[in-house]
């Protein structure tokens, strides 16, 4: 069952530019996480704002959070050809949330060029 | 720094073989996780495990079991594979806490003959 929805599906941007990257999501959540991959690896956690949050900052990342709307956004700034890799967003399936399930987006693949 | 690790990288096996693959994780986690992952499906739960023994059906069981014999340990069973289970399989683990991060393994990419 598909939870959070990433947008866009792909970005290609040149080093030096900010990437924004968007998730929606369909019902009530206790945290939303993003997770970046790269190329044929597992998956590295990156960020988690939880339900009562708006606003996240992490080095380069900034993440928000308008649960109104149902919606997440990922900013990373200041992109950098090692910046390259898939990203995507989990929500907690909001049930049973102590044991820690999570429901994965499908990714946007982000590109970023020298 | 945590440590999740899977037995193969890469596998090549013929359809209607037993097929196993092991994850094990060295941060006593209570929560294991066998997901695969298909180009435009995203990640989909195939089985995860709260406890030593335990387990729970995710989105897609069918086809596969599972073994958590020892807390470290969460195994994938493909009882007899089929060329549809050709995929990218990712194990990860994480506490069983409300607000958790998931630490994933590298991966195994399972090729089915």
């Known amino acids: 069952s598909q939870q959070g929805e990433e947008d866009p599906q792909a970005l290609s941007i040149q080093e030096g530019e900010n990437a924004t990257m968007n998730c929606s999501y369909k019902t009530s959540i206790n945290n939303l996480q993003w997770y970046r991959q790269n190329s044929g690896r597992g998956l590295v956690h990156l960020i988690l704002?939880?339900?009562?949050?708006r606003e996240k900052h992490s080095g380069r990342l900034r993440v928000t959070l308008d649960t109104s709307k149902k919606s997440s956004s990922l900013l990373i700034t200041a992109s950098r050809a090692a910046d390259t890799a898939s990203y995507f967003c989990a929500t907690d399936a909001g049930y049973g949330g102590s044991q820690g399930n999570l429901i994965f987006g499908k990714g946007t693949k982000l590109s970023v060029k020298p | 720094d945590v440590k999740v690790t899977q037995s193969s990288r890469y596998l090549v096996k013929r359809t209607g073989e037993k097929v196993f693959l092991e994850c094990v994780q060295d941060?006593?986690?209570?929560?294991m996780f066998w997901y695969r992952q298909d180009p435009g499906l995203g990640l989909r739960l195939i089985y995860f495990s709260y406890d030593v023994k335990m387990k729970e059906k995710g989105d897609i069981p069918e086809g596969y079991s599972v073994s958590r014999e020892k807390k470290e340990r969460f195994s994938l069973i493909l009882e007899s594979a089929s060329t549809n289970q050709t995929s990218m399989y990712l194990c990860?683990?994480?506490?069983?806490?409300?607000?958790?991060?998931?630490?994933f393994g590298p991966g195994t990419r399972l090729t089915v003959l």
């Open positions: 704002i939880r339900s009562n949050e």
């Open positions: 990860a683990s994480s506490w069983r806490t409300e607000y958790n991060e998931q630490f």
């Open positions: 941060m006593d986690h209570e929560n």
